[in-house]
């Protein structure tokens, strides 16, 4: 293995003199990836990381809304800082205010001139961003179970089924499932107490689908990856892990959350998806893998908490658990900074080292060109990589600094599996 990982530009590790970073390790990285701020901390009264991964999980105490308004208010107020000076509200002059930008109603500024001098950056994202703003409350829909609404059977196979241009004309037409829900009491009640007008119909209608595309983007990222290592789901059952699975993946989950691919692969051996991370949140998905197979042509979701590497330890090398035709992780993250990649080097190590068929997506192309280099560094046999024909229609404001272009969950993937072949390492002697 190679002696030591690849260091990154300065840039691309958490500053610790900014609101956009904690000493508990709640960072908001700059580096493309969409995170939570120290802001969300002060406004929720939480003291670190550890109280929000307690508030995520159901333990945290003391942690409540009297009403949906003071939610919403809530959620808005993490997103309160001055976009040109980054300043917070306690920060600011007697009588001062932060006011919203009124195209977007996303940023925020302290003076007119931290706006006006911010202008010529927030100009290119500003019709984006507004998108956000939208996306971020409509969200809250994926509790009330309003969304993900039902999908359609396949009238295509798996294989002819590429990007979203392909698997949108099998839906039919939308639009009657959509006003459903834009009719529907909560999204009335949503709007009745956000602190914002409510958009048009039209733009709420936009708004459902890409909610609908994150979450299904996950779904057909697996199947995808399914298929871009020749896994055969007709031949025998398939067992996929997902590694650093965390509370953006199980907050809510449910048992149906992966039954899209009873549409990808109608008539299948069965499948089972098993959780794997530290982040793993309670509910229904907390139950035992399976040791062996359960019913046919359907999907088990079952989840573990524990970082990959102990949960091979403890479940997989006792047989308590199968192990994967295919592991699977959904923005790891260990390009961000050198603690994430030592956290993530034992997993790294172990995918490699047993030969197991990994199958990653990061956030951009540029967070795909770090992650490439580190995998190099561990003489990772890397199969494939580019942009993903199912990445979200969502898009993600960067945090720390709103007017880096927005970034998309599974925008970019990269395949692996074990060791660089021989003849493509470096000839020490050939230099000689």
Not at 100 to 106: A, E, G, I, P, Q
Not at 262 to 287: A, K, S
Not at 304 to 321: I, S
Request: aromatic residues 10%; negative net charge; glycine residues 6%.
């Amino acid at each position: 293995m190679a002696s030591q990982i690849p260091a990154l530009p300065q840039s691309y590790g958490p500053r610790t003199d900014s609101v956009f970073s904690d000493q508990s390790g709640f960072y908001s990285l700059d580096s493309n990836v969409p995170g939570l701020s120290k802001v969300i901390l002060n406004k929720l009264n939480m003291k670190d990381y550890g109280d929000y991964r307690a508030a995520v999980e159901g333990k945290a105490k003391g942690i409540s809304f009297r009403n949906y308004k003071e939610m919403f208010q809530k959620m808005e107020e993490t997103f309160k800082f001055c976009t040109g000076c980054n300043k917070l509200p306690e920060h600011l002059s007697e009588g001062q205010t932060l006011k919203r930008c009124v195209k977007c109603l996303n940023v925020y500024y302290c003076t007119k001139d931290c706006q006006k001098k911010d202008w010529p950056q927030h100009k290119k994202v500003c019709k984006t961003l507004r998108l956000v703003a939208i996306d971020r409350l409509v969200e809250w829909l994926m509790f009330t179970g309003d969304l993900p609404f039902p999908t359609e059977k396949w009238s295509k196979s798996a294989a002819e089924v590429k990007n979203w241009d392909d698997w949108l004309p099998m839906q039919g037409d939308l639009t009657p499932c959509l006003d459903t829900i834009l009719s529907g009491t909560n999204m009335a009640s949503l709007w009745k107490n956000a602190s914002r007008p409510r958009p048009d119909d039209a733009d709420l209608r936009q708004s459902l689908w890409r909610i609908q595309s994150e979450f299904l983007s996950r779904v057909l990222t697996v199947g995808m990856a399914v298929q871009r290592f020749c896994l055969d789901p007709y031949a025998k059952p398939l067992t996929i892990h997902l590694a650093g699975a965390s509370h953006n993946e199980t907050m809510g989950a449910r048992l149906t959350d992966f039954d899209e691919l009873n549409h990808m692969f109608p008539g299948h051996q069965g499948m089972e998806i098993v959780m794997v991370g530290p982040e793993v949140v309670d509910g229904p998905i907390n139950r035992p893998p399976l040791r062996a197979f359960g019913p046919k042509q359907s999907i088990y979701i079952s989840s573990y908490k524990a970082l990959y590497h102990q949960f091979w330890e403890d479940m997989v090398e006792k047989d308590e658990a199968a192990k994967p035709d295919i592991v699977i992780g959904f923005h790891p993250g260990f390009h961000a900074n050198q603690g994430l990649v030592e956290g993530w080097l034992p997993t790294l190590l172990l995918l490699r080292d047993y030969n197991i068929p990994s199958f990653f997506t990061v956030y951009s192309e540029l967070e795909l060109k770090y992650s490439l280099q580190i995998l190099l560094e561990l003489e990772m046999h890397i199969r494939d990589s580019g942009p993903n024909p199912f990445t979200s229609q969502k898009p993600e404001q960067v945090q720390a600094c709103p007017n880096k272009p927005p970034v998309h969950c599974n925008s970019h993937y990269v395949c692996f599996q074990g060791l660089l072949p021989e003849e493509d390492f470096e000839d020490p002697a050939a230099d000689s």
